[in-house]
């Protein structure tokens, strides 16, 4: 599977630790290890001080699954996969859910890899533009039929919600 070089990634390789400001991050401000520690009840300090660094079970901590679980009212711990950051789930997902043929709806502006990951499976993509003087409102139903490629079917079309970085993604 060939991915075409990820732009946004090889702009921010350039000048991401170089420029004085960044006015264009996703990411979070993120907590100093010690803050976040500080708020760790007695059970939660001593799993942090007895952390070893080897591998865990492959679909994440248990203690983990169960504690995201808990934010959903009909998922289960045994339902949870976790991975180390947004662009790996976005590829499990698309390995998984989208075949050759399918189509693929994403927005745009969106991250390049929502589109390339999916063209890479051989899915006809339809970026969806999001614009500004709509109030950046995504309208699904008017693209698929703009787009006139969508499976008889109707298998996959679906979108991650930009600026969500855990990948957020509604399909139907
Ligand atoms: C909208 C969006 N989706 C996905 C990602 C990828 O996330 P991660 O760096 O956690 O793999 C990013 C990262 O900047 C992002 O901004």
């Not at 290890?33 to 799993?47: I, Q, T």
């Not at 063209?119 to 969806?128: E, G, I, K």
Request: with cysteine; glycine share 10%.
């Amino acid at each position: 599977m060939a991915i075409p070089p990820f732009k946004l990634e090889r702009y921010f390789a350039a000048w991401e630790f170089v420029s004085p400001y960044l006015l264009c991050s996703s990411d979070i401000e993120g907590w100093a290890l010690a803050d976040l520690l500080a708020l760790a009840d007695k059970d939660g300090r001593a799993r942090w001080d007895g952390l070893s660094l080897g591998y865990t079970e492959y679909p994440g901590l248990p203690a983990l699954r169960a504690a995201i679980a808990e934010i959903y009212t009909q998922v289960a711990p045994d339902e949870i996969l976790t991975f180390a950051g947004a662009s790996e789930a976005i590829f499990a997902f698309m390995q998984t859910t989208v075949a050759p043929g399918d189509h693929v709806i994403t927005w745009w502006p969106g991250y390049q890899s929502l589109a390339e990951v999916a063209r890479a499976r051989r899915a006809d993509v339809t970026l969806l533009p999001l614009r500004h003087d709509e109030g950046w409102a995504a309208e699904c139903r008017s693209a698929a039929r703009r787009s006139g490629n969508s499976r008889k079917d109707g298998r996959h079309r679906q979108g991650s919600a930009p600026g969500s970085q855990p990948g957020y993604t509604g399909g139907s």
